[in-house]
Structures are given as structure tokens and as C-alpha cells.
């Protein structure tokens, strides 16, 4: 039951409905800055420039099941397969940090979810990040994902997801996932 046709929708509706995250805003400026740029819909014939896409993926379920105790916290990301990963030039994770109460430290752990191994493991690390934090609203975290999302594109079998894990002093979990309260 999708729709025929994608709804128009200006870009203050926009900015109003989409969370307040760095890379969305700069994607809506960048728009806002080329439309302004062609005024006349036509292009010059000297701009013959390479073509590039930025592609914004949400979280998902995961289509696979695996058997895990302890429901791993997150995020499963399904890739178009007209993405090929030679072509990748960047990636990132934004992740985002709920607000603290009182300066604190906040370690970040990025995992892998990988099937389960002989002696139990079942991620493996991609980034680990220590950052302060001052009171104040949430703050959002840029990680660099480039040779995780190339992997997952050569391999696909092997894209199971990631973990988020964002801990304070007082094992406070600050990762926020999915939308919605708390």
C-alpha cells in the first residue's frame, strides 16, 4: 500500500518534520544553494562535472535472525545494490547523545554484529571513542564507517548490523537509536 507518486512537500515541512541532524541540514542547504544556482534550468557547456550521490540510510529490523542473548541495541541498514562499494568515497554514522545532567566522560563503543563464533563472540569492534560532554542539549557524533560499508557492499552475507553503546561514568546509556521517549 505505497504511494503511486512521493508527496510534495516544501521545504519548510521539511525541516520541521526531520530530526536536527547535521548531515540532513547540510543536504536541505545544499539543495537550497543549487537551486538558487540554476535559475535558468539549463546547464553550461563547460560544466561537464562528475555526478555525485549522497545517500541517507535509517535504521531498520534486521532480516536476519540471529540467536543472540541480550537483544544487541540497534541497528540493521539495508544498501541499494546500485551502490558499489570501489565508489564509496565517505561514510559516516551519526549517532546521537542524549543531554547530561553535569559535565561527564562518555565512551562509545561501535560494534559489528557478526554470526556467532565457536567461543561466543558475536561483534567485533569498528570504533571505540572517548568524548566530554558539559550539560546542555544532546550533542550529535560523526563516525567514519567507510571500510565497514565497503565490506558490507562486497560481502553483503556479512552486513548482520551494528551495536550502539554510549555509556556515562555511571553506565547511563546516551545512544539514542530509534525515536521516540526517554
Same mark, same amino acid.
Given at each position: 500500500?505505497?504511494?503511486?507518486?512521493?508527496?510534495?512537500?516544501?521545504?519548510?515541512?521539511?525541516?520541521?518534520?526531520?530530526?536536527?541532524?547535521?548531515?540532513l541540514?547540510?543536504?536541505i542547504?545544499?539543495y537550497?544553494?543549487q537551486?538558487?544556482?540554476?535559475?535558468?534550468?539549463?546547464?553550461?557547456?563547460?560544466?561537464?562535472?562528475? @555526478?555525485?550521490?549522497?545517500?541517507?540510510t535509517?535504521? @531498520?529490523?534486521?532480516?536476519?535472525?540471529?540467536?543472540?542473548?541480550?537483544?544487541?541495541?540497534?541497528c540493521?541498514?539495508?544498501?541499494?545494490?546500485?551502490?558499489?562499494?570501489?565508489?564509496?568515497?565517505?561514510?559516516?554514522?551519526?549517532?546521537?547523545?542524549?543531554?547530561?545532567?553535569?559535565p561527564?566522560?562518555?565512551?562509545?563503543?561501535?560494534?559489528r554484529?557478526i554470526?556467532?563464533?565457536?567461543?561466543?563472540?558475536?561483534?567485533?569492534?569498528?570504533?571505540?571513542?572517548?568524548?566530554?560532554?558539559?550539560?546542555?542539549?544532546?550533542?550529535w557524533?560523526?563516525?567514519?564507517?567507510? @571500510?565497514?560499508?565497503?565490506?558490507?557492499?562486497?560481502?553483503?552475507?556479512?552486513?548482520?548490523?551494528?551495536?550502539?553503546?554510549?555509556?556515562?561514568e555511571?553506565?547511563?546509556?546516551?545512544?539514542?537509536?530509534?525515536?521516540?521517549?526517554?
Open positions: 500500500t505505497g504511494l503511486e507518486q512521493a508527496p510534495t512537500i516544501s521545504r519548510d515541512v521539511i525541516k520541521q518534520l526531520l530530526p536536527k541532524a547535521p548531515p541540514q547540510e543536504l542547504d545544499q537550497d544553494v537551486r538558487d544556482d540554476s535559475s535558468d534550468g539549463s546547464l553550461e557547456d563547460d560544466d561537464y562535472h562528475a @555526478t555525485t550521490e549522497t545517500i541517507i535509517m535504521p @531498520t529490523e534486521s532480516d536476519f535472525l540471529v540467536q543472540m542473548e541480550g537483544k544487541p541495541k540497534c540493521f541498514f539495508k544498501f541499494s545494490s546500485k551502490i558499489q562499494y570501489n565508489k564509496v568515497v565517505k561514510a559516516q554514522l551519526w549517532i546521537y547523545l542524549r543531554q547530561v545532567q553535569k561527564t566522560t562518555v565512551f562509545v563503543q561501535i560494534l554484529l554470526k556467532p563464533m565457536k567461543d561466543g563472540t558475536r561483534y567485533t569492534g569498528i570504533r571505540s571513542l572517548k568524548l566530554d560532554m558539559n550539560p546542555g542539549t544532546g550533542i557524533q560523526s563516525i567514519d564507517v567507510k @571500510t565497514v560499508l565497503q565490506n558490507w557492499l562486497k560481502q553483503p552475507e556479512s552486513n548482520l548490523g551494528i551495536e550502539i553503546k554510549a555509556f556515562d555511571n553506565g547511563r546509556d546516551l545512544a539514542v537509536t530509534f525515536p521516540g521517549p526517554g
